[in-house]
């Protein structure tokens, strides 16, 4: 059964801390991608990664980072953590071949304090 | 960003009512997807559509294209409690790996 697996599901920071949020993808896919979703915004893109160590901005970057080191891990990073950075964050992986659906993690929900 | 934008923003039918809600999107598209998320978890893929196809069928659901209008429509027949949850559509130009997603539509169905 393929699978995007984010590292937790829930989590609780405090403000100004480096925060990492890992996912791992098992269908040797190329593409991953991170969103944050917040009510009535919907999914808004961060990040997103076409192949190892490529990135490229989404909709919303500011204030985060990403790590593609390897094909199956793509990390989330916020450098100094704020309160408006609470939100529940998913990450996804699809692949390459054109017609392809996107594969989602469970979500991680972060509480910035 | 090629995102799509869902409408209704919200739906309350009854069990075994039909749920029919839209997605408009602003540039040409090499296909689209639609998802459904239950309450706190991940996406899931329900149906894709290629921009060369007017309508496709999966089980309850049937999805329609219509390029010229840049607009889709997911009807879900005879809805079940099962179906309560937020529905997104992706238009995909699947030439920048791109995938956006709108605010989404919420269907509520009541036994």
């Known amino acids: 059964d393929v699978k995007v697996t984010q590292s937790s599901r829930y989590l609780v920071k405090r403000t100004g801390e480096k925060v990492f949020l890992e996912c791992v993808q098992d269908?040797?896919?190329?593409?991953m991608f991170w969103y944050r979703q917040d009510p009535g915004l919907g999914l808004r893109l961060i990040y997103f990664?076409?192949?190892?160590?490529?990135?490229e901005k989404g909709d919303i970057p500011e204030g985060y980072s990403v790590s593609r080191e390897k094909k199956e891990r793509f990390s989330l990073i916020l450098e100094s953590a704020s309160t408006n950075q609470t939100s529940m964050y998913l990450c996804?992986?699809?692949?390459?071949?054109?017609?392809?659906?996107?594969?989602f993690g469970q979500g991680t929900r972060l509480t910035v304090v | 960003s090629q995102q799509g934008e869902e409408d209704p923003q919200a739906l309350s039918i009854q069990e075994g009512e039909n749920a029919t809600m839209n997605c408009s999107y602003k540039t040409s598209i090499n296909n689209l997807q639609w998802y459904r998320q239950n309450s706190g978890r991940g996406l899931v893929h329900l149906i894709l559509?290629?921009?060369?196809?007017r309508e496709k069928h999966s089980g309850r659901l049937r999805v329609t294209l219509d390029t010229s209008k840049k607009s889709s429509s997911l009807l879900i027949t005879a809805s079940r409690a099962a179906d309560t949850a937020s529905y997104f559509c992706?238009?995909?130009?699947?030439?920048?790996?791109?995938?956006?997603f709108g605010a989404g539509t919420t269907v509520t169905v009541r036994a």
């Open positions: 269908m040797d896919h190329e593409n």
């Open positions: 559509i290629r921009s060369n196809e």
């Open positions: 996804a992986s699809s692949g390459h071949r054109l017609n392809t659906e996107a594969f």
């Open positions: 992706a238009p995909d130009r699947s030439n920048d790996y791109k995938l956006s």
């Open positions: 990664s076409y192949d190892v160590k490529m990135k």
